[in-house]
């Protein structure tokens, strides 16, 4: 299928619409996409695919959590990572969500989404800057 400019723009403005409803209910992913389908005027089965199978996958901004001012939801629940770039993609997504959210809601993310041991690797690092500053 050849794209043109117009019709590459209208895909990425569908796709701001997806993103933009799943910010909206990053807690009820096929709600979100119900919304954005009512919108864009398409079907859930065509949002959804297109999500899972290209916004969700995309190489230069892939979208491995979703939060807006409340917090954050780590969408990767049906996600299989490989075991030598799991770690890789943690470590990404730890620094985005700090650089990215109030120090509060960071703490709070880590403390959700990580195991003790990370945690306390995480810790005993911090403990060790601020010795050293």
Not at 5 to 34: F, G, V
Not at 86 to 114: D, T, W
Request: net charge positive.
């Amino acid at each position: 299928m050849i794209h043109t400019k117009e019709s590459l723009l209208k895909r990425e403005k569908e796709d701001q619409i997806i993103i933009n409803m799943i910010k909206k209910y990053p807690t009820n992913l096929k709600y979100a996409h119900k919304q954005a389908a009512i919108v864009i005027g398409a079907s859930l089965s065509s949002i959804s695919g297109r999500y899972y199978q290209r916004i969700k996958k995309n190489l230069e901004n892939p979208v491995i959590a979703i939060g807006n001012e409340q917090g954050l939801v780590l969408n990767t629940k049906n996600t299989m990572l490989k075991s030598d770039t799991s770690n890789e993609v943690r470590k990404a997504l730890l620094i985005a969500v700090f650089n990215a959210v109030p120090l509060a809601q960071g703490i709070e993310f880590m403390l959700i989404n990580l195991t003790n041991q990370e945690q306390q690797v995480i810790l005993e690092r911090m403990i060790s800057k601020l010795k050293t500053a």
